[in-house]
């Protein structure tokens, strides 16, 4: 039986090993990006189940969610110009307008749920909240990114 004795014990750290946060190819905006996505499908499933029960609970919880969605969102924007600002990343003018087109459509579906009795939801916000998943879920393949990393010859 072989046995092994430490002497000695270091915590430096291994050079070959570099974090992706030292490295920068995620920007910070693309760790944001996916709670606001969350919200606002969030959102899409308390519509839906206020729909079918007329509870006003859920219509408050749609409110809340789009509202929390959208704060998170400008979070997400803040970060995503500073992440452009420090050169090393780009917009990905795609994403960046879709992004923008489901944030601007849940600002308007917050105004409308902000309305009173049953028309709040049903039809107007409850197709505000399918197309903000819709396009949310068509950028998906994409990536959460609004910016690319900036690599010569790169074409993302």
Known sequence: MQHVRMTETSLMRDVGSRSVASTGKIAVH?????????YFTAALVTDLVYW?????????FSVWLITVGLIM??????????DLVSGKHR?????????????LLSLINVFVHSRDAYTAVVPTG???????????????PAGWA?????RVGANA
């Open 30 to 38: 693309q760790i944001l990006v996916p709670f606001p996505v969350a």
């Open 52 to 60: 079918q029960t007329v509870e006003v609970m859920w219509e408050n």
């Open 73 to 82: 969102a400008g979070v997400a924007g803040i970060a995503a110009v500073v």
């Open 91 to 103: 917009p990905a003018w795609p994403r960046v307008g879709g992004y923008a087109l489901a944030v």
């Open 126 to 140: 409850l197709i505000l909240s399918m197309l903000v998943v819709v396009i949310l879920l068509a950028m998906a």
């Open 146 to 150: 609004l910016t690319s990393s900036r």
